[in-house]
């Protein structure tokens, strides 16, 4: 296509809808066409961007390739399209607001007033053009945060009604929304979607597409009804009933057609049919595992999922390409001590330390390590994980008995992780880990060989702390070997305990990378490994 086409996904009536799933879901439709295609997303809070954020605030903060820290639907995005994303596919209010701020003070305004109307959409308005611009993507589907009649998400949905006069038949809006069921009479009830889309055309947008979303099927007579009441045609109003895993959506919304319905809108031919047999094969496998494996995440933010999102959905992947399910046990750290470890842990297949920042958890975190180090059950910890995989080896087997990290213990006389030398005089908190992709070498006939096949990797990094490698010769000599280095600055990336099954401690954050047509190895390799450990157990 000569010209990008833009659509705008809105939500209305409550947030949860699965805004970023629908959007997903829609991109890889139309990707499967042969089209190019990439998401971005508006987020209407006044943080610059997600890095400053407690995971129960705003769930995982999910980091691209060029080191932006963004919000977790990105994840969803790169998983669903198996396509990176960047710092231009996440923009914050906060930041819309900081370059418009920026602006005023060089004088770029020459002494205007400066409003929200036009400098403040107008700036949304850049954002929005410019991955089609500098990329030439032939759709870059706009997903807006919040819901739809919010204070904060005011100016984006402005900008929207700007941009429907500006790209003409450029543009598609897309609006989802609820049908809730209600019990008492045995209803749907489409009330609360007119509401919402009333409230989209007080700010002088109208849907072009509804997505209804819904727990029970949609009659056409329904559909009718709400096609009438908010001024679109039938075929245009999409059903998204709940599924079983956010993996069918794409195939559900290719059943109701909403592909269709969007190209049809644009005036694009729909001849060539969506491609998605590798994707229906995957959901097969992961609706049909051959067995399951028991695998403990070990966090402290374990009671929100969101918290460790990425992590759960290359599981997901992992356990796919295994052919199992891989049934997570969500373990707070706190939980874990030397007297209640072996009950917690005993009968798992796997154990899996998560990153995270802070001293709270920390013990009973080296405590899982612990016991699956002396227990031989299969272990991945990632950065955190990996540090606490250190801490524990240097305190059990070196018998450095105060070993930690600076992070916790300033004034341990055993630094085995200490903060990042370029860290240091550091004070702002927002943007300032190492984070992004960064090279790493790996040593041949290593765990981490064999899943990656590969000497020469990146992965992406989120952290100010690293292993001390003062300390290197006394690890290695005792038997933890550092497998994997920074070729540039000697970072060690990877830890393993050759005399374990598997052992891998990992500085970076795998599960960024991990997609659906693409698991991440490492998760496919430590799966691997806990079936075996749960074979060898049932003989």
């Keep these: 296509m000569n010209t990008t086409k833009y659509i705008f996904v809105t939500g209305g009536v409550t947030s949860s809808l699965g805004k970023g799933i629908i959007s997903a879901s829609l991109a890889k439709l139309l990707q499967s066409r042969g089209f190019t295609v990439t998401i971005q997303k508006l987020d209407p809070y006044l943080n610059v961007d997600p890095g400053t954020l407690n995971p129960y605030e705003h769930g995982e903060c999910f980091v691209t390739e060029d080191g932006a820290e963004t919000d977790l639907d990105l994840g969803h995005y790169e998983r669903f399209l198996n396509v990176p994303t960047s710092q231009a596919n996440n923009v914050t209010t906060g930041r819309i607001y900081q370059a418009v701020i920026n602006k005023e003070r060089r004088g770029d305004y020459l002494g205007k007033t400066v409003q929200v109307i036009p400098h403040i959409t107008d700036e949304i308005k850049h954002r929005i053009k410019l991955l089609g611009n500098k990329f030439k993507y032939d759709f870059v589907i706009t997903e807006i945060g919040g819901t739809v009649g919010d204070i904060e998400s005011l100016p984006y949905i402005e900008a929207v009604r700007q941009l429907r006069w500006e790209l003409g038949k450029n543009c598609v809006v897309v609006h989802l929304t609820l049908v809730p069921y209600l019990k008492a009479s045995g209803e749907l009830k489409t009330k609360p979607t007119q509401h919402s889309v009333k409230l989209l055309l007080e700010n002088g947008v109208q849907p072009d597409i509804l997505v209804l979303r819904t727990e029970r099927p949609i009659n056409l007579e329904l559909r009718r009804k709400v096609a009438l009441f908010c001024n679109t045609d039938v075929s245009s109003v999409i059903e998204s009933i709940d599924v079983s895993t956010i993996y069918e959506v794409p195939l559900k919304m290719q059943e109701e057609k909403l592909d269709e319905a969007v190209l049809r809108k644009l005036g694009i031919s729909t001849e060539i049919e969506p491609d998605l047999k590798s994707w229906s094969s995957f959901v097969k496998k992961l609706k049909n595992p051959k067995s399951s494996v028991k695998i403990a995440l070990v966090g402290k933010y374990v009671e929100l999922p969101d918290a460790y999102k990425s992590i759960s959905e290359a599981f997901i992947h992992g356990g796919a390409a295994n052919n199992v399910k891989v049934e997570l046990q969500w373990i707070h750290s706190e939980k874990i ?21 802070g001293h709270r958890g920390i013990e009973g975190k080296i405590q899982a390590v612990k016991f699956a180090r002396e227990n031989k059950i299969p272990f991945l910890g990632i950065c955190l994980g990996m540090q606490c995989a250190v801490i524990e080896y240097a305190r059990n087997v070196l018998n450095m008995t105060d070993a930690d990290s600076t992070e916790f213990h300033n004034a341990t006389p055993y630094k085995v992780i200490d903060l990042m030398e370029e860290q240091k005089g550091i004070t702002d908190k927002g943007g300032t880990m190492r984070l992004g992709a960064y090279p790493c070498d790996i040593k041949p006939d290593t765990n981490a060989f064999k899943v990656y096949n590969s000497a020469h990797i990146t992965e992406r990094h989120r952290h100010r702390y690293e292993f001390n490698n003062e300390y290197l010769s006394k690890f290695e000599t005792a038997g933890m070997k550092a497998t994997g280095i920074n070729p540039e600055t000697g970072l060690v990336e990877i830890v393993e305990i050759p005399n374990h ?9 795998p599960e ?28």
Excluded: R
């Design 512 to 539: 960024y990378k991990s997609t659906v047509i693409n698991p991440h190895p490492v998760f496919v390799g430590f799966v691997k490994a806990a079936v075996e450990y749960a074979g060898l157990n049932k003989k």
């Design 501 to 509: 099954p598997w052992f891998v401690g990992v500085q970076f954050h």
């Design 337 to 357: 001590t030397a007297s209640t470890a072996s009950q917690i842990l005993g009968t798992l297949d796997g154990v899996m330390v998560a990153p995270g920042f």
